[in-house]
T-cell receptor, first 115, second 112 residues
Framework: DADVTQTPRNRITKTGKRIMLECSQT?????MYWYRQDPGLGLRLIYY???????NKGEISDGYSVSRQAQAKFSLSLESAIPNQTALYFC??????????????FGPGTRLTVL | GNSVTQMEGPVTLSEEAFLTINCTYT??????LFWYVQYPGEGLQLLLK?????DKGSNKGFEATYRKETTSFHLEKGSVQVSDSAVYFC???????????FGAGTQVVVTP
């Protein structure tokens, strides 16, 4: 089984709809991240969390919110989706207590299309 | 702020050719540098990393050397295979939080 899983893998929705993307990990890592990938822009950080009580905005948090329901679960919500949020979304984890705290492990991604 | 610049793709090569992907960075302090690879339809995987100047990261025949004097971390492989076709991302981490700053990615296409 994959260590970092994302659901759904693909989603098509309409402008104005609320969408939740979910991420779960079995790696036991304390840190979790949400990125979006756009062609020609690489990956940009949306939100990150270092434990259940710690949530931080990243580079492009406007229009997004997150919830860290447990150490293993980190959800990303789009309260009112708009077409320019069409992108590939990745969840990632890292382990502060390891010898490589800045090495991140990525999920397979969720492709979101907002019509 | 911190930034990563890498060469634009796509880079198209024949099998067994030499691959170089240039990456330069701007950062305060002493960042860690990474190359991640994204195979079609998959998430990113760490390919290699280097944490201080003159370190060489290597994995699967790929190498990159952390050059502080030129602020570069170029990726090289001596003989590519069709299975190396992917998008390659250069990235840096410059703070204690472990946040990554990515380049735009370079698509590599290797033909038989």
């Amino acid at each position: 089984d994959a260590d970092v899983t994302q659901t759904p893998r693909n989603r098509i929705t309409k402008t104005g709809k609320r969408i939740m993307l979910e991420c779960s990990q079995t790696k036991g890592h304390d840190r979790m991240y949400w990125y979006r990938q756009d062609p020609g822009l690489g990956l940009r950080l949306i939100y990150y969390s270092f434990d259940v009580k710690d949530i931080n905005k990243g580079e492009i948090s406007d229009g997004y919110s997150v919830s860290r329901q447990a150490q293993a679960k980190f959800s990303l919500s789009l309260e009112s989706a708009i077409p320019n949020q069409t992108a590939l979304y990745f969840c990632a984890t890292s382990d502060f207590t390891s010898g490589s705290p800045d090495t991140q492990y990525f999920g397979p991604g969720t492709r979101l299309t907002v019509l | 702020g911190n930034s990563v610049t890498q060469m634009e793709g796509p880079v198209t090569l024949s099998e067994e050719a030499f691959l170089t992907i240039n990456c330069t960075y701007t950062a305060t302090g002493y960042p860690s540098l990474f190359w991640y690879v994204q195979y079609p339809g998959e998430g990113l995987q760490l390919l290699l990393k280097a944490t201080k100047a003159d370190d060489k990261g290597s994995n699967k025949g790929f190498e990159a050397t952390y050059r502080k004097e030129t602020t570069s971390f170029h990726l090289e492989k001596g003989s590519v295979q069709v299975s190396d076709s992917a998008v390659y991302f250069c990235a840096l981490s410059a703070d204690s939080w472990g946040k990554l700053q990515f380049g735009a990615g370079t698509q590599v296409v290797v033909t038989p």
